[in-house]
């Protein structure tokens, strides 16, 4: 049963490319959480978002970030017009739901640097 | 205020020691609690969830207190393979705050 998988495990974007990270959740997961983590910090949500819907952005900057979890196919967080300041480790989560009882599982992360 | 908080550390220590971490949290409507570890450059592991009656798992022994806010995970005959960030995490409605973790270095 393969865990969370994100691609890519490394990006490196010059100042005002677009970055795309992509989180494919476990088998029988809906619920996925994207995380930014700089260097010596710890882990600040971002989004949480299950198929088709955004149910919590409030991590998320207002400008030049943006997630999605299409129908099909993974999930997306994407950045434009990246600035130093992005570079970080994004990591994905996600859960079977919202219930006591299910427990949040990790992607590898995506290594985001900005030159 | 921190909505979850913990000691930074460095915890250094021998292997064979016996070693507690503390956690506090601000937020009492919390309703699930659990233990990461993440070691350098990687991804947080579920180390263990938290329940009100106290659990354990093998060498580690993880504690809740609602009254006073607060959560702690003891390991016992330490390991060199222990040696990480351990997480401390609570969970509202579907909402995971992490504490910025406690190092802990095993030192042979």
């Known amino acids: 049963n393969a865990g969370v998988m994100q691609n890519p495990r490394h990006l490196v974007r010059r100042r005002g490319q677009e970055a795309r990270l992509r989180c494919s959740p476990m088998?029988?997961?809906?619920?996925v959480y994207w995380y930014r983590q700089l260097p010596e910090e710890g882990l600040k949500f971002m989004v949480y978002?299950?198929?088709?819907?955004?149910?919590?952005e409030s991590g998320m900057p207002k400008e030049r970030f943006s997630a999605e979890f299409p129908k099909e196919g993974p999930s997306i967080l994407r950045i434009q017009q990246v600035v130093r300041g992005d570079s970080a480790a994004y990591f994905c989560?996600?859960?079977?739901?919202?219930?006591?009882?299910?427990?949040?599982?990790f992607g590898p992360g995506t290594r985001l640097t900005v030159t | 205020r921190k909505e979850v908080e913990q000691d930074p550390g460095p915890f250094n220590v021998p292997e064979g020691a016996t070693v507690a971490f503390n956690c506090t949290y601000s937020?009492?409507?919390?309703?699930?609690f659990f233990w990461y570890r993440q070691d350098c450059r990687k991804e947080p592991k579920l180390l263990m969830s938290?329940?009100?009656s106290g659990n354990e798992d093998g060498r580690f022994t993880a504690q809740l207190n609602r009254a006073s806010q607060y959560i702690s995970l003891l390991i016992r005959d330490s390991k060199l393979s222990d040696s990480a960030t351990y997480l401390c995490?609570?969970?509202?409605?579907?909402?995971?705050?992490f504490g910025t973790g406690t190092r802990l270095k095993v030192l042979a």
């Open positions: 989560a996600s859960s079977r739901g919202t219930s006591e009882s299910y427990e949040q599982y």
């Open positions: 088998k029988g997961h809906s619920h």
């Open positions: 978002l299950q198929k088709e819907n955004i149910i919590d």
């Open positions: 937020n009492s409507a919390s309703q699930s």
């Open positions: 938290v329940y009100s």
């Open positions: 995490v609570t969970r509202g409605t579907y909402k995971y705050i």
